[in-house]
């Protein structure tokens, strides 16, 4: 029993001297990342940039500019845009090959295969040069803001998500503009694929940088990145245990020591380490057990749920016929600017939604007529019930966000995707307990969820994050809340930092007097 308890006294000393270094900095980043997020360009963020389209300025019918692509097959996607070098573009994903191997198909980037084609001439993009890259970023930033072009790059400090691989290597574009703002451009489609002003970058050298371990990402440690994070939690959650039971058995809860205190301790940061680990060791546990849980470690939320079958819900794939409406009638067709047309299919037709920069809603068309779109539930429902084999067991109509639909901030990691009210949750009887939320406006797969993307919700959203609407409803209380446990972290951290470093100090001292002459 005394060679246990001495091992667990070892083992939280010399462990924790450098994992409450980690801690201390995980609590301290973490609140910066509540008010400043890792850069990203979410769609709002996108149209609100992208100039208006001119009908004049589209001589193409999306037929003729996928013919002068040579593109005759299927499409997974079709937009019209100024988002590639200042001039309106269609940006064409070709549909992939549904016979392609799984594995083939996990290799494929999302969004790569991209084709872009000049909406007045039919010219297809071949190359993404530096003249290119200056003409996107004067259509995003406004002809009145100067540009430097910085060169291109793989990847850096603003650019380790995953979501930029298709877009590699990466234009870097510095703006003369009143925020300092850096863009990247896509080396692949010529768009703006991320914006990130100076502040936002400083900020996160102190924020989701440091807190997501991300200067072991691009470099000789980023294969071993995953097991850094996750042997790193694992390791801080050992030692967060250890020091638990240590400090539940050293402190007196019936009568005080000699000194009048419930706590052995005599040296101040010695005392408060043992006080703020009581108060705050839960607290502690929960963060980097939930930190743990983000990262998908070895996989254990992976459940071999099938995949929707989209097309079999859409009727088919995307295709565009010469008898579709032209891109002028379509931009005729929309109230006031639209700053991008965006083809897509559901229930059997082919729309046409057409976004403003306003935030609101898109106009939903009918791609043959140009006319405003009615939704058809019974159609909508009917084509919902072929995502998955399993029958439906029943849609729900939600109109206000819950525990599973619900915003964050766009700056957020959950944040920036829309998710527009009301909202059918289609509830699937299957062995995974699906859920799949659509627009009933659009037609369109807003997510999918099941019973283990549920319990990650649970054990990382909402134990990490605190993504619970009660709090985030009842703001500044929420923030309150967390700042205030972040501190109370962070104090038992940082004098666990102070005293591990004293403590080797000694050591050090003494080994060096101990060394022979």
Known sequence: MLHAKRWLFLIHRWLGIVVCAFFAMWFISGV??????YPKLTAAERLQHLPPLDAKAVAQTPRQALDAAGIAGPLQDLRLAVA??????????????????PAGRRRVAPGSGTVVIDASTGAVLRQVDRAHALASAAAFAGPAVAADHEGSIDEDAFTHSRGLDAHR?????QLADADHTLLYVSGTTGEVVRDAPRTERLWNYAGAWIHWLYP????????????IVNWLSVIGIGVTLAGTVVGIMRWRFTHAYKSGSHSPYQGFMMRWHHITGLLFALVTLTWIFSGLMSMNPWRIFDN??????????????????SQQASSQALLAAASGEVQELRWTRTAGQTLVLASGSGGGRPTVLNAATAQA??????????????LLPDPVARIDVLTAYDL???EREPHTMTGGAEKPLPVWRVVFGDAHATWVHIDPATGAVLGRTDSTRRLNRW?????????WLPLLDRRPLWDIVLIALSLGGAALSLTGVVIGWRRLGRKLRTARVRRPA
Do not use: C, E
């Open 169 to 173: 290597p990466l234009h870097r574009v």
């Open 32 to 37: 910066v990342m509540m008010y400043v997020g």
């Open 216 to 227: 072991f990402r691009g470099n000789m440690f980023n294969p071993y990145w995953s097991d």
């Open 373 to 386: 779109h009615v939704p058809d539930s019974d159609a909508l429902k009917t084509a919902a019930a072929r």
């Open 459 to 467: 054990l990382f959203g909402m134990l990490h994050s605190w993504d």
């Open 304 to 321: 071999g749920a099938p995949a929707l079958r989209a097309q079999a819900m859409h009727g088919g794939p995307l295709a565009i016929s």
């Open 84 to 101: 590639s070098g200042g001039r309106a573009v269609y940006l064409a994903v070709p549909a992939r090959d549904p016979n392609a191997s």
């Open 404 to 406: 599973h639909y619900y």
